[in-house]
């Protein structure tokens, strides 16, 4: 519902990443204008000659001095402190999607209790013991040179001559 009065621009800090691999700051109130005024070459003489660019990184602020002296900061950063900062940037967006995507996941599913067992009651339990056929059909059987029967171990494990040592 709106109340009347104009909603206050939004500034916002943002990355962009050249075809160079250089990275570029700036802040704007309408982030896809600004985008594509840099897709255009008209926004900055910086991007201008490292077409494409492509946004890395974009954060809210308060106010245009917030954002100013947020800008100024990201630019003292070394290299690998911003390759950082878009990369928390990029975790933080694959969190938020993940949490929607749960939320849609919950709104899907049945409302009655679900019988599941929790993951602390699989973890601890002792394996399953194997039956007497499962057990026989993981060994296999040699006759030796007597003509007798001998069960080697397992057919899965090494010997030498495919007999026992």
Request: proline share 6%.
């Amino acid at each position: 519902m709106s109340t009347g009065r104009p909603q206050k621009p939004r500034w916002l800090v943002y990355l962009l990443r050249c075809s160079d691999g250089s990275l570029y700051t700036g802040i704007t109130n309408d982030l896809p204008k600004r985008l594509k005024a840099h897709a255009a070459g008209k926004a900055s003489r910086y991007t201008r000659s490292r077409l494409p660019v492509t946004l890395a990184y974009s954060e809210s602020q308060k106010s245009k001095s917030a954002a100013l002296k947020r800008e100024a900061a990201i630019k003292r950063l070394r290299r690998a402190e911003k390759d950082r900062l878009v990369a928390k940037g990029v975790t933080r967006r694959m969190r938020e999607r993940r949490r929607r995507f749960q939320a849609k996941v919950q709104e899907m599913r049945p409302k009655g209790r679900l019988r599941t067992r929790s993951a602390s009651t699989t973890q601890n339990l002792p394996p399953k013991p194997m039956s007497d056929s499962a057990a026989m059909r993981s060994l296999t059987r040699w006759r030796n040179t007597s003509g007798e029967d001998a069960v080697i171990r397992n057919s899965t494990t090494p010997n030498h001559a495919g007999r026992p040592q």
